[in-house]
T-cell receptor
Framework: AQSVTQLGSHVSVSEGALVLLRCNYS??????LFWYVQYPNQGLQLLLK??????LVKGINGFEAEFKKSETSFHLTKPSAHMSDAAEYFC????????????FGKGTLLTVNP | SAVISQKPSRDICQRGTSLTIQCQVD?????MFWYRQQPGQSLTLIAT?????????ESGFVIDKFPISRPNLTFSTLTVSNMSPEDSSIYLC??????????FGAGTRLSVL
């Protein structure tokens, strides 16, 4: 069974600083990995995904994540935080194929200070 | 990608009553899902809804409490029955797109008094 661990339930950065949100996964088969963002009072929006191929994936709003199999990690980064990045971020995984069920991490709340 | 809309966006209900949440996709999709997000928590899958068959419920969720309909390939409803304050949550629907990507509605914010 898949599982996802997000380290840090709350991350606070200054505007313009590097954003790093951590996600580690556990899977017995090659995983599909996703980052979703939830802005206040909104649903989930897909930021980026890794399925196969290039391990560095770029998403919307300047975010990117790198799949590192040796570290079982899929950390989310952005070089320079913007106030509008303040939101809840969820890492999720599925094993793909006929296993369509998403397993979510507990989420990381990102606050951006002026 | 397809657009998914959900209503109501929020509601305040009395205990013991029921609320039906609607989810509409603007194209035909095979699999739709219903999730619950309790305050300060992550998403928990309630059930998977395929058109033409009974919904498949996850452990801890039962049809009597959360009946689901899937009358066609673009629409689904979730009913939260005999509500109690513990049912206060955000309820989200989603559908499965290509590469197992799930696309989510904006959610229904439910408060039970």
């Amino acid at each position: 069974a898949q599982s996802v661990t997000q380290l840090g339930s709350h991350v606070s950065v200054s505007e313009g600083a590097l954003v790093l949100l951590r996600c580690n996964y556990s899977s017995s088969v090659p995983p599909y990995l996703f980052w979703y963002v939830q802005y206040p009072n909104q649903g989930l929006q897909l930021l980026l995904k890794y399925t196969t191929g290039a391990t560095l994936v770029k998403g919307i709003n300047g975010f990117e994540a790198e799949f590192k199999k040796s570290e079982t990690s899929f950390h989310l980064t952005k070089p320079s935080a913007h106030m509008s990045d303040a939101a809840e971020y969820f890492c999720a995984t599925t094993s793909g194929g006929s296993n369509y069920k998403l397993t979510f991490g507990k989420g990381t709340l990102l606050t951006v200070n002026p | 990608s397809a657009v998914i809309s959900q209503k109501p966006s929020r509601d305040i209900c009395q205990r013991g009553t029921s609320l039906t949440i609607q989810c509409q996709v603007d194209s035909q999709v095979t699999m739709m899902f219903w999730y619950r997000q309790q305050p300060g928590q992550s998403l928990t899958l309630i059930a998977t809804a395929n058109q033409g068959s009974e919904a498949t419920y996850e452990s801890g969720f039962v049809i009597d409490k959360f009946p689901i309909s899937r009358p066609n390939l673009t629409f689904s409803t979730l009913t939260v029955s005999n509500m109690s304050p513990e049912d206060s949550s955000i309820y989200l629907c989603s559908f499965r797109g290509l590469e197992n990507i799930q696309y989510f509605g904006a959610g229904t914010r439910l408060s039970v008094l």
